[in-house]
């Protein structure tokens, strides 16, 4: 195998969490770029339209669904949705993630839900 | 916590279970953080957060050592300062001195990221697991 065939996707899908936006957006595109078909995933679905406008590399951008990821529960049905549209997932990039800024002493005992 | 470290383990095992252990081969790329790998730059108040991250980099190396039988790479990204929407209220207050203090005397562009994710996703790194790669200018070194 060559160096270059080494770096390609073709053929291979991948799933993005957090993919509509920042760090996310940017590993779909590089992903898409080098071939994979690319799902990627958000809680807000105005973004992911939005993404749909974003510059796109040759690859192609995949099914894009609402999916409220801060609902921890193992949730099979957004599974589902990409292995009905691309039949298996190769590359799986858990990029979805939120911080916020608190001292320890303001934190309550029971924190919420992010 | 719930998003950063539960839900990378959910997806995970869900993803795991259903494609990569069946067809004995797959990527798992973790987006942690620099601040998984220390504390906080003083006037940062963000211990969940370090703490949810640093989770991500050793779930990280224990998945990768458990799931390495089948064929399945488990590697962790750590970014450094990178202007988003999630970081743009830190950035605000400490950018000039996270540049100052950053070897490479930058933040983190909208094309820093690509080559490690295609690197990582890719069969160029298929003899690579359960490692951790700081994108940061150097920032966590120096």
């Known amino acids: 195998m060559s160096t270059k065939q080494l770096f390609d996707l073709t053929g291979k899908v991948a799933l993005i969490t957090g993919g509509s936006r920042g760090l996310g ?3 779909a595109e590089a992903l898409g770029e080098m071939g994979a078909r690319v799902a990627i995933t958000a809680r807000k679905t105005d973004e992911l339209k939005d993404s749909r406008g974003a510059p796109q590399g040759q690859g192609h951008r995949g099914d894009e669904r609402h999916q409220r990821l801060v609902e921890v529960r193992p949730d099979p049905g957004m599974v589902d949705a990409v292995l009905a549209k691309f039949g298996t997932i190769d590359i799986l990039v858990n990029n979805a ?4 800024a608190r001292r320890p002493r303001t934190i309550p005992t029971r924190p919420g839900t992010r | 916590m719930n998003l950063n470290i539960n839900a ?3 997806l995970s095992r869900e993803v795991g279970k259903r494609c990569f252990i069946p067809q004995k081969s797959g990527k798992i790329i973790n987006i942690a953080s620099v601040a998984g790998l220390s504390g906080s730059p003083q006037g940062m108040y963000t211990i969940a957060y370090n703490t949810s991250k640093g989770a991500a980099v050793n779930f ?3 998945l990768a050592s458990e799931w390495g039988r089948y064929n399945i790479n488990v590697n962790a990204i750590c970014p450094g300062f990178f202007p988003s929407k999630m970081s743009r209220g830190l950035l605000d207050q400490i950018g000039d001195h996270i540049v100052a203090v950053t070897p490479l005397a930058r ?3 909208n094309e820093d990221l690509m080559g490690t994710v295609v690197f990582l996703a890719s069969e160029a790194s298929r003899h690579i697991t359960g490692q951790t790669i700081a994108v940061d200018g150097g920032a ?3």
């Open chain 2, 107 to 109: 933040l983190g562009g």
């Open chain 1, 97 to 100: 993630g939120a911080t916020g």
């Open chain 1, 25 to 27: 957006l940017q590993m």
């Open chain 2, 8 to 10: 990378m383990f959910y």
């Open chain 2, 140 to 142: 966590c070194i120096a």
């Open chain 2, 60 to 62: 990280t190396r224990t």
